[in-house]
């Protein structure tokens, strides 16, 4: 009695059409993470159950996936990176400070799957933190290596929305909130891009804050113009607040930095509106944005978490970390047409020729993995047709025959699939060529 | 009221130390496996209970990590690598076949844990496989994968032992033992390394087999020399079964085909002891095994499984696998002192000079990381020594200091700290300055 082979819904499995991209991807974002000195970190799936509960609301503990361990509920999935982070950090309080850490690795939310969205239940996240500086260099370095490994992955086309939570509190001051109303308001505003403008108004109503008030806010969040003039204009509304000027200092000296760092200041503006919904930032935000493709959203974003990195016991730990939507990233180059999607990493096909031996084909094959081709054989004599079908279907660029005749005469005919020309030449010329037809 | 930091028993963060080793390791098979067309494949962490259940043996039904999903048991964690791919298979028939995969992934299972042997409750695997053909070429493409991946990380002294699973059947037959005593013969042998010939003995007494079956088996199994003398040897003495002449023609194809991959012959043998416990091998079976460490075991191993791929219907798919032992070829690493540990990427630390603000220290960084140099910035003016502690502690290589004499002169000054070598040099030659010292 078979079982019917099926996915948990809201899994799904990543075929080489997708992995391949997307492996490409994390190796290019790793080594640019590694040249900021930035190393890498993997923690278990499973934690106890206490070290996850209570960290992401009441919502998101009931999203926690639970795993029955002997009888009782003690264990949960990963929900995020930035908890076991934490966890690591207060276990481990030999590690030399500050700690640049980058992480990409799954984890696991009970949510509803919306795979025409890309949302899975289960879905990968990579995050780039520093923790144990209060220093805006490690900020500036969040934006730089956002903006370098975005850059290395051939998008051009984005800017880096910055803000600061300091100053967002001088602004709700100054609009005549009060403290307590800060977390309420910005949460609403971040859906700006989500719900409009109206949105954002009718929820803030609903919220209790009166009409002048929003208006007030909402004026004051929409200062444009240069980064320094934000600044400039910003400071003389809203100078009288301690949090705002210390926010404007804090931003002044990040711009410096993340210009000192190659990051095109033209790519970077202070946005007002930006609050990264979370209540946990402290201090600068920012979020890159895609501009050639209309609302297409982030792809990624980060802050300053200063009060985060000490929620298992110990004195509270400054702690900075950017975030890359390695999905919406991989979504985006796509989109762009800047993707090459094939589902066999080879890029020549050595075909099997009923007049020659199996052994011929494969020491042919070991000829070009010396030289650096990344090649296979196609085992079996079927029909000629057949063999360039699967080659096809693969996406493999070349086919190499190497029948009777080509063995005696010390040559090999070569097809490029794509723009089907065939060559005989050389044998030894074959792997220089492949490699001329399949630079990208 | 802070809960204590912990980890469940049995699991372990993978620090930086460990990590960029081993992130080396796996970049270092992932392209050999691509070099021999070998396409990525990644598979959900859970999958549905009835998908895993019976496929391991009841010992195994018992290690699995079951998740509490909406009151009931009815999704468990990912226990191997192998499973998933036959329901991958099933459940996309489009793939062209065969299919060619590499997946390095996380498996869970509830053991003992025993750190000190390296054994966890969540380790990483490393399969490939080859689905969808019964050709040679496909087990002497494991066979050369293995032997180029392992070369590839640096290791030589390792033989690759094989055997058929076939012809041990005509081994079984010679010796007077019925088919039905063949698994659990077998699974003894395989304990050879493990318990030794007088614990194989007892296990075979306890199971019922005879003394003079057992002498009879074991002497052949003891049959050496060269691959082409053992089976010529052992054609003569069970020439008579038809299972052990298949494995022996089949045997003498892989070890052709092998030799046309580029194996080194001297580092196959054929070894009739080797039995690969497991029951689901159907055809020949290999394990590489390190001869520099004594004892040290295997470092990989698979074999042809024919019946495996059908478990979720359908007509039955040949197919052959084989898996790296990455912790294992780790470990081997790091006693032959093939590993440098370090918990930084970072090949230089940019002091932090109290007569020269950030902004020289990160423009300097990005000058080196323009010229492929990973480096960081020490963000605070703390004392120097400090500073190169730091350095040291995090295994940072060189140390450069730019102060305000140094920004004026247009020099920097270099420290390369396992030599304790300081020499003062223009700024534009500090890079190629740094490769040459950290050249690996």
Redesign the interface.
Known sequence: M???????QG??????EE??PR?ELV?AL?RTF???????????????L??LLGKYGDEGDKLL?????KGG?V?A?RYDLTV?L???V???PE??L?F??YQIQ?V?R?DRPQPAQGRYR?FIQCDVDTVG?A?M??D?ENVAVVDAGIRALGLTEFVVRINHRRLLRGLVEAAGLNASQEASVLRSVDKLDKIGMEGVQAELTAGGIAADAQRALLELMDISGSPEEVLRNVETRVGGSEAALQGIRELRELL??SA???VDPARVSVDLHLTRGLDYYTGPVYEVALTSIEKFGSLGGGGRYDDLM????GAPIPATGVSIGLSRVLSALLKLGKLTMR????NALVMRMPDAA??EG??L??EL??A??????Y??ADRLKKQFL?AE??G?PCAVILGGNEIAAGTVTLKHLPTGVQETLPRAALAARIQVLTQR
Chains 1, 2 share one sequence.
Do not use: H
């Open positions: 078979s079982v019917q082979a099926r996915l948990f899994t799904r499995d990543i075929l080489p992995l391949l492996q190796a790793t590694e040249s900021y000195g930035f190393a890498p970190l993997e923690t278990p799936a499973m934690e106890f206490d070290i996936y639970k795993l029955a361990y509920e264990l999935l076991p934490s966890r690591v207060a276990m481990n590690l030399p500050p640049k850490r799954p696991w009970g289960e500086s220093s260099a490690a500036a410096e930095y000192a760092l190659g000490s929620l298992y016991g589902s066999s990493p080879a199996a052994t494969l020491k094959c070991t993995r010396t650096g081709v990344a090649c296979e054989l085992y079996d699967f279907r693969k493999i």
